[in-house]
């Protein structure tokens, strides 16, 4: 099959969309299928002058490449986003117009590709609405990769800068109407856009269920849902042990720890919620338990952390992100790897994809999460988990793990779960849509 996927992300970048469909990819074209792809240029810096901006658009966007996985690659526009959630909407916006303008200046070698099916992935969320149209001009069937929440998720807008502590002019603005008027009219498009798709792609197996259950109120029950969880293969040779080899455990039941050590690896913006593990170190400490936190990464809301944290007689550090081959060091120093969201409603179809990673490592997590991430954690014996938004409970689960660092023991059943699902289920299902088409 000949599959065209839009993104307004892709490798050479290293986030969790580029890392998820190169992945994705790799399996395709190890069947035979052949991939092309619409997708803008790497931006990886948020910022850069307009000269940079104007040079790199001249020399990148347009061009076709060769990636990772042997796919072909339309570079479209883009515009630099920013950390604002203005600024990155307008990003998203110019991107789309660009890729949706790529079927029709490309339209001779997207018909000479022979193409068969368009799907796009959303993050952003503009995405399914140029696949839908795109593929509507080819004629071809459509599918949309839902990697989070995202329609859900709309409907927190007004808590999206909860954890930035502060509002912009900008923001003050535009949530006394134009915000709300945008993300209704957006919701609605993006609702057409999956009540119309061949077929869904979603992450969880709790937002698979909602998901039938809307299809099914909108009477078009028929379109398939599949599940493709984000249990791409970890980049880095990882050595970390395992909860019976720490330290501070005395194999004769004896000692405890001086300091439990909790590690977050990962994106520091407005969905995680950090600054309620930031107030779990200040409670523990309370409560008699030395906590060594360290927040490893960048993302929207690191500023207010870094100074929450200056602020905050815990131990709590926060550190530029690693390479993946320092990650290992790492996540060996860490007792617990710490796996935390917002307390948002639409948040409870998400998991993280740290929390696959994590369970490959083999070691502990501390899950501050709800649905399908709580469910996982627990039910494959891989830590322990607590209510989001409540840096009381966390506090206590980490004065737990102190008393009884048994607890950081952790059994196999994840890593055997996970490998299932990677080498075996993934392919089998994304294989299974295809042929369904």
Same mark, same amino acid.
């Given at each position: 099959?000949?599959?065209?996927?839009?993104?307004?992300?892709?490798?050479?970048?290293?986030?969790?969309?580029?890392?998820?469909?190169?992945?994705?990819?790799?399996?395709?074209?190890?069947?035979?299928?052949?991939?092309?792809?619409?997708?803008?240029?790497?931006?990886?810096?948020?910022?850069?002058?307009?000269?940079?901006?104007?040079?790199?658009?001249?020399?990148?966007?347009?061009?076709?490449?060769?990636?990772?996985?042997?796919?072909?690659?339309?570079?479209?526009?883009?515009?630099?986003?920013?950390?604002?959630?203005?600024?990155?909407?307008?990003?998203?916006?110019?991107?789309?117009?660009?890729?949706?303008?790529?079927?029709?200046?490309?339209?001779?070698?997207?018909?000479?590709?022979?193409?068969?099916?368009?799907?796009?992935?959303?993050?952003?969320?503009?995405?399914?609405?140029?696949?839908?149209?795109?593929?509507?001009?080819?004629?071809?069937?459509?599918?949309?990769?839902?990697?989070?929440?995202?329609?859900?998720?709309?409907?927190?807008?007004?808590?999206?800068?909860?954890?930035?502590?502060?509002?912009?002019?900008?923001?003050?603005?535009?949530?006394?109407?134009?915000?709300?008027?945008?993300?209704?009219?957006?919701?609605?498009?993006?609702?057409?856009?999956?009540?119309?798709?061949?077929?869904?792609?979603?992450?969880?197996?709790?937002?698979?269920?909602?998901?039938?259950?809307?299809?099914?109120?909108?009477?078009?029950?028929?379109?398939?849902?599949?599940?493709?969880?984000?249990?791409?293969?970890?980049?880095? !040779?990882? *050595? +970390?042990?395992? =909860?019976? @080899?720490? /330290?501070?455990?005395?194999?004769?039941? #004896? %000692?405890?720890?001086?300091? $439990?050590?909790?590690?977050?690896?990962?994106?520091?913006?407005?969905?995680?919620?950090?600054?309620?593990?930031?107030?779990?170190? !200040?409670? *523990? +400490?309370?409560? =008699?338990? @030395?906590? /060594?936190?360290?927040?490893?990464?960048? #993302? %929207?809301?690191?500023?207010? $952390?870094?100074?929450?944290?200056?602020?905050?007689?815990?131990?709590?550090?926060?550190?530029?992100?690693?390479?993946?081959?320092?990650?290992? *060091?790492?996540?060996?120093?860490?007792?617990?790897?710490?796996?935390?969201?917002?307390?948002?409603?639409?948040?409870?179809?998400?998991?993280?994809?740290?929390?696959?990673?994590?369970?490959?490592?083999?070691?502990?997590?501390?899950?501050?999460?709800?649905?399908?991430? *709580?469910?996982?954690?627990?039910?494959?014996?891989?830590?322990?988990?607590?209510?989001?938004?409540?840096?009381?409970?966390?506090?206590?689960?980490?004065?737990?793990?102190?008393?009884?660092?048994?607890?950081?023991?952790?059994?196999?059943?994840?890593?055997?779960?996970?490998?299932?699902?990677?080498?075996?289920?993934?392919?089998?299902?994304?294989?299974?849509?295809?042929?369904?088409?």
């Amino acid at each position: 099959m000949r599959i065209v996927v839009v993104s307004q992300y892709w490798a050479p970048e290293n986030g969790v969309p580029q890392r998820r469909w190169t992945w994705l990819t790799e399996q395709l074209k190890r069947e035979g299928h052949q991939v092309l792809v619409i997708a803008p240029p790497p931006h990886y810096a948020r910022k850069m002058s307009l000269t940079s901006w104007a040079r790199k658009v001249l020399t990148d966007s347009h061009n076709v490449e060769t990636g990772p996985s042997g796919e072909r690659i339309l570079r479209c526009f883009y515009l630099p986003a920013g950390h604002s959630l203005t600024m990155r909407a307008m990003s998203q916006a110019v991107a789309a117009t660009s890729s949706l303008l790529a079927f029709l200046t490309k339209r001779g070698e997207l018909k000479s590709f022979g193409a068969d099916v368009v799907i796009g992935t959303v993050p952003a969320l503009p995405t399914a609405v140029v696949a839908m149209l795109g593929a509507k001009s080819l004629k071809l069937p459509y599918v949309i990769d839902l990697r989070d929440a995202w329609p859900d998720l709309l409907s927190e807008v007004d808590k999206w800068n909860k954890g930035l502590g502060r509002k912009s002019l900008r923001e003050r603005v535009l949530r006394k109407g134009p915000l709300q008027l945008i993300s209704f009219v957006t919701s609605k498009v993006i609702d057409y856009s999956l009540n119309h798709a061949a077929a869904l792609i979603v992450t969880s197996g709790l937002y698979a269920l909602e998901m039938r259950r809307r299809l099914e109120a909108n009477g078009v029950a028929t379109i398939p849902v599949t599940v493709i969880r984000n249990v791409f293969p970890v980049k880095s !040779e990882i *050595a +970390a042990r395992s =909860g019976r @080899e720490l /330290d501070f455990v005395n194999p004769e039941g #004896g %000692a405890k720890p001086k300091t $439990l050590k909790v590690l977050y690896a990962g994106t520091l913006g407005r969905a995680q919620g950090l600054e309620n593990a930031i107030l779990a170190a !200040e409670k *523990a +400490a309370m409560l =008699g338990v @030395e906590v /060594d936190l360290r927040l490893i990464g960048a #993302g %929207a809301a690191r500023a207010e $952390l870094e100074e929450l944290a200056r602020r905050s007689h815990a131990n709590v550090s926060i550190l530029d992100r690693k390479p993946a081959d320092e990650l290992g *060091a790492l996540y060996n120093w860490a007792d617990t790897l710490l796996v935390h969201l917002s307390d948002w409603k639409g948040l409870e179809y998400a998991v993280p994809s740290k929390t696959f990673e994590f369970f490959e490592i083999g070691k502990h997590i501390t899950g501050a999460v709800r649905g399908e991430a *709580a469910y996982l954690i627990e039910h494959l014996e891989a830590g322990d988990v607590v209510e989001p938004g409540n840096p009381e409970d966390l506090a206590s689960l980490w004065r737990e793990l102190v008393d009884n660092p048994s607890k950081l023991q952790i059994s196999n059943k994840a890593q055997s779960w996970l490998k299932n699902e990677r080498e075996i289920n993934t392919c089998n299902k994304l294989f299974a849509l295809l042929e369904s088409l």
